[in-house]
């Protein structure tokens, strides 16, 4: 293939011998980039491209997506179910059955003896949508147990509880098409470029086409912000502050929408009253932005005919996460800028198909955002699926970071954790081990048998990944799209649909209740349980969605009927007057008090722990560690450190060096950069037993969200530094 002028050194792309090329959405970030991967004579996966008529990415990748065919063939893939006694002892192999039966077993031992709720079941945002509705059919209407989350806990919990406290209602109100609406936009605590490289190519194209002024909110001097018309890096924490502030110039200079607030709103005077307190002056002291800025950036924002907001983990990780959120939605709803094209407030989501469990796992309540708490609710669901509604709870249970923390005390005993690798992600790791050597019976159920977290199982069940399995996923615009299966899982691994509907079958005596085998059968029936929904999916099915590269919801039966554009679907929420979730159908303007309640440096412990991503790497790297293309642009954990910090310490580039918390250390190198302020340090949390040693387990109120941005560290230099580098070695073997 030649590509640019024919005559002068053109590119050349090696060929691959690809006869095959087969669609599917990309596995890794919430995008939602439809990929195609190309199969060789012998039916192997060897190229990964871009759709070129597809609506998300127009024929681009990152270079994650650009690689994803490696992942099918790489090393630590589990291939048969393993199981042992304790989980110090050495693996033995074992059949399915045995497996399945075992972990039916040991988890009804364990809720005869201490109770229900004694088993954990903790999953992920990285499944496909009809693994998940029947997973949650699964722990909700046989397994028993309220002890069900996932790790969107760590991630999107906070905006979750943010769109509800203020709309009613979970869901994203915009579109990445409003990028092209917009006449002023504000992204707080997101770096697009490296966590969302095609999103942010979206927004790039349409800044180039439209000029439109970007304000960037961010500690860090990150790539985002580094193409920002204003950067405002702020005080670690203090997102709140600023909202407040902004707010305070814009009722002071009257600039506020007066019929948007009075048509739509409850609330402003209780919201007036405490924004009344945040002048630029005093805000400024608390967040580290200078007055004049604070008003040249409100004024910028609620003078914009179309202003939009976007915002991933600076705001949803903190101790301030969901009220974060509620301020970047006051901010929207008191200029307006919700529903219409260009003004929306966007909460960027994290994971491949985070969006479907908030939609369908019944991880948090039922499907499609019923509620546990709801009568109704119990009903419909217990008759729809033939359980007892008397066998559902009728509150909440525990959310995956209170579930380690109950773990630690001994009153769980068992757990099942699927797709995700807590040893890891979450915060406070030595805590997280105290917890996991609690357990009676564990069971990992992952496509890698070599995480952090099988360490501790006792029974692993290896699972297809990614187009290894079919079924949807559902982006950060809300659009549903396919995974069509490219690849067979190696050896013994089957696709988690498979595994769920094998442990169903153990607990479903007399097979009351019905788990159809197949995605396309599944998405039917979540159909049906749509029907008249927020989130109705009638007008979709596996068809439709391959045909347009995917569909946003709602997409009803009668949109379909109609014969209206499928890509016309949702790209809005609440685009016309009260039409808001709560039952006045208007939003709720909600004030923010302020109070410092998270750790912040001091003498002891003198610099600002920030941890977040890098573009080549995935999460805890069980992935992308284990391909070249990514794993070689930072094979090593490393921290950033200011060159004025470094200067003063003695530091110097690529020495390692032992940082401090007061929960544990970690050894890291050092990476001289001026994208950190000399009193903060960002470390990637990637690497095993690394950032999240360091890590504090303080949580949102609401979401109950870890405040993974924010923590107090000290740094040491370290002597020996041959020493040391076998020490990082040590602690990145996962
Ligand atoms: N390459 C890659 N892409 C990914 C992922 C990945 O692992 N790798 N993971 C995906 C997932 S699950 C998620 S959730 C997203 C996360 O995407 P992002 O949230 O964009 O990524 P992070 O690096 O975690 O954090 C974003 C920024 O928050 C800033 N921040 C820290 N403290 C504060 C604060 O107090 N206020 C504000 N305003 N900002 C602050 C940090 O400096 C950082 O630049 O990325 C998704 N995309
Ligand atoms: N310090 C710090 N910690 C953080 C964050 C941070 O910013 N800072 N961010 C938090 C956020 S936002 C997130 S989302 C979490 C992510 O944290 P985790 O979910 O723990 O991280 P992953 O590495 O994505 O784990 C996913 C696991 O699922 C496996 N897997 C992948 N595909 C499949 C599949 O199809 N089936 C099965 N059964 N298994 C599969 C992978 O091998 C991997 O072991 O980390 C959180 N932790
Ligand atoms: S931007 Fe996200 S969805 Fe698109 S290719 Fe990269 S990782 Fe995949
Ligand atoms: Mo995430």
Not at 118 to 134: D, H, K, N, P, R
Not at 135 to 146: D, F, V
Not at 585 to 613: C, H, M
Not at 666 to 676: C, D, F, I
Request: charged content about 25%; some cysteine.
């Amino acid at each position: 293939m030649l590509f640019g002028r024919t005559q002068k050194n053109p590119i050349k792309l090696a060929d691959k011998g690809v006869v095959d090329w087969k669609y599917a959405v990309c596995g890794y970030c919430s995008t939602g980039c439809s990929i195609e991967v190309g199969l060789n004579a012998e039916g192997k996966p060897v190229a990964s491209r871009g759709v070129a008529d597809a609506d998300v990415n127009r024929g681009k990748l990152c270079l994650k997506g650009l690689a994803e065919h490696e992942i099918f063939d790489s090393a630590g893939r589990g291939l048969k179910p393993l199981v042992r006694k304790h989980w110090q002892d050495a693996w033995q192999a074992t059949d399915w059955d045995s497996a399945t039966t075992k972990m039916r077993d040991e988890f009804r031992r364990i809720q005869a003896q201490y109770g229900r709720d004694s088993v954990a079941v903790i999953s992920t945002g990285q499944l496909l949508t009809e693994e998940f509705y029947t997973l949650g059919k699964l722990t909700r209407g046989l397994l028993g147990t309220n002890n069900y989350d996932g790790n969107t806990t760590l991630c999107m919990a906070s905006a979750v509880s943010g769109y509800k406290r203020s709309f009613g209602s979970d869901g994203p109100p915009g579109s990445y098409e409003d990028f092209s609406h917009t006449d002023c936009l504000i992204a707080w605590g997101s770096n697009l470029p490296e966590q969302h490289p095609i999103i942010y190519y979206r927004l790039k194209d349409a800044q180039e086409k439209r000029r439109f002024p970007m304000i960037v909110v961010d500690p860090r001097v990150t790539m985002l912000a580094q193409m920002a018309d204003i950067h405002l890096p702020l005080t670690p924490g203090t997102d709140v502050v600023l909202q407040n502030a902004l707010m305070h110039v814009i009722f002071k200079e009257g600039l506020e929408d007066k019929r948007y607030i009075e048509a739509n709103c409850n609330g402003i005077d209780e919201l007036r009253a405490e924004v009344a307190k945040w002048d630029p002056t005093t805000a400024s002291k608390i967040c580290g932005i200078d007055e004049e800025t604070i008003r040249v950036v409100a004024r910028l924002f609620a003078r914009a005919p179309a202003a939009m907001q976007i915002w991933t983990m600076g705001i949803n990780q903190s101790t301030h996460g969901s009220d974060g959120v509620v301020g970047i939605n006051n901010l929207a709803l008191i200029t307006g800028n919700v529903g219409k094209p260009g003004g929306t407030p966007l909460s960027i989501t994290g994971q491949c198909n985070a969006m479907g469990t908030r939609e369908w796992s019944s991880a948090s309540g039922l499907p499609n955002h019923r509620f546990l708490e709801n009568a109704e609710h119990r009903e419909e669901i217990g008759k729809f699926w033939n359980v007892d509604p008397e066998f559902f709870p009728k509150q909440l249970g525990l959310k995956q970071t209170d579930i380690f923390k109950v773990m630690e005390t001994g009153k769980i005993k068992g757990l099942w954790i699927i797709a995700t690798n807590p040893m890891s992600s979450l915060p406070n790791t030595v805590r997280v081990r105290k917890a996991m050597e609690q357990l009676e019976f564990c069971v990992v159920q992952d496509c890698y048998q070599d995480t952090a977290s099988n360490e501790y199982a006792h029974l692993y069940l290896p699972a297809g990944t990614w187009a290894e399995k079919c079924g949807v996923m559902t982006n950060t615009e809300r659009r549903v799209n396919i995974v069509t299966p490219v690849a067979v899982p190696p050896g013994e691994a089957k696709p988690d649909l498979w595994i769920f509907n094998r442990v169903a079958e153990k607990f479903n005596e007399g097979g009351r209740v019905k788990f159809p085998e197949y995605a396309s059968d599944i998405f039917l029936e979540m159909r049906e349980l749509s029907k008249g929904r927020f989130c109705d999916i009638t007008g979709m099915d596996h068809e439709l969605l391959l045909k347009h590269r995917g569909v946003q919801w709602p997409y009803t039966a009668e949109q379909r009927a109609r014969g209206e554009e499928p890509l016309r679907g949702g790209k809005r929420l609440y685009t016309e007057d009260a039409t808001f979730r709560y039952p006045d159908g208007k939003a709720k303007l909600i004030p923010l008090p302020f109070v410092v309640n998270y750790e912040s440096p001091d003498e002891q412990y003198p610099y600002w722990l920030n941890t977040g991503r890098l573009v080549e790497h995935w999460h805890t790297r069980t992935k992308t560690g284990k391909v070249g293309n990514n794993n070689k642009f930072s094979p090593i954990p490393f921290v950033e450190l200011n060159p004025d910090t470094a200067a003063k310490l003695g530091i110097r580039r690529g020495e390692y060096v032992r940082l401090i918390s007061r929960r544990a250390d970690a050894v890291v190198m050092a990476e001289l950069t001026q994208r950190v302020a000399p009193d903060a340090l960002f470390v990637p949390f990637h690497f095993h037993d690394c950032a999240n040693r360091l890590t504090i387990a303080l949580l949102d109120p609401y979401s109950r969200q870890p405040a993974f941005k924010q923590a107090a560290v000290r740094i040491e230099k370290i002597a020996d530094q041959r020493e040391a580098a076998l020490l990082s070695k040590e602690m990145r073997q996962f």
